[in-house]
């Protein structure tokens, strides 16, 4: 497997890579349209919504959170799940920056 010389880019590209590998999938898509609906999420109202297994549920989560864009508390067995609002915010500044950076297209 080769090596994906992330040094060569700038931090902005880098960051902006990772969260998008992060957000390329349906099901987390699902979760935070889900969570950002709510006042409170416990893990398993996630699988009755997005209608996946528990497990599965919990990698999906384990990414989002991965990259802070999700926090969860802990109330007894189960675990809270909120959006991060100043990551949400930072997210999408640095999407807008790149969308908004890109000039008129030549074709």
Same mark, same amino acid.
């Given at each position: ?6 040094? +060569? ?7 902006? !890579? ?5 957000? !390329?999938?349906? !099901?987390?898509?699902?979760? &935070?349209? /889900? +969570?950002?609906?709510?006042? !409170? ?15 599965t ?12 864009l ?7 067995k189960?675990?809270? /799940?909120? +959006?991060? &609002? ?22």
């Amino acid at each position: 497997m080769g090596v994906t010389k992330t040094e +060569i880019f700038t931090e902005k590209q880098n960051q902006l !890579a990772i969260v998008l590998k992060v957000l !390329a999938h349906p !099901a987390r898509i699902a979760i &935070l349209e /889900y +969570i950002s609906t709510q006042e !409170a999420c416990i893990c398993n109202d996630i699988v009755e919504e997005v209608g996946l297994a528990q497990p599965t549920i919990s990698q999906h989560l384990k990414e989002l959170k991965k990259i802070d864009l999700i926090s969860g508390e802990i109330e007894g067995k189960s675990i809270c /799940y909120c +959006i991060n &609002l100043q990551k949400w915010k930072e997210i999408q500044q640095l999407l807008n920056s790149f969308f908004l950076n890109t000039q008129s297209n030549c074709c």
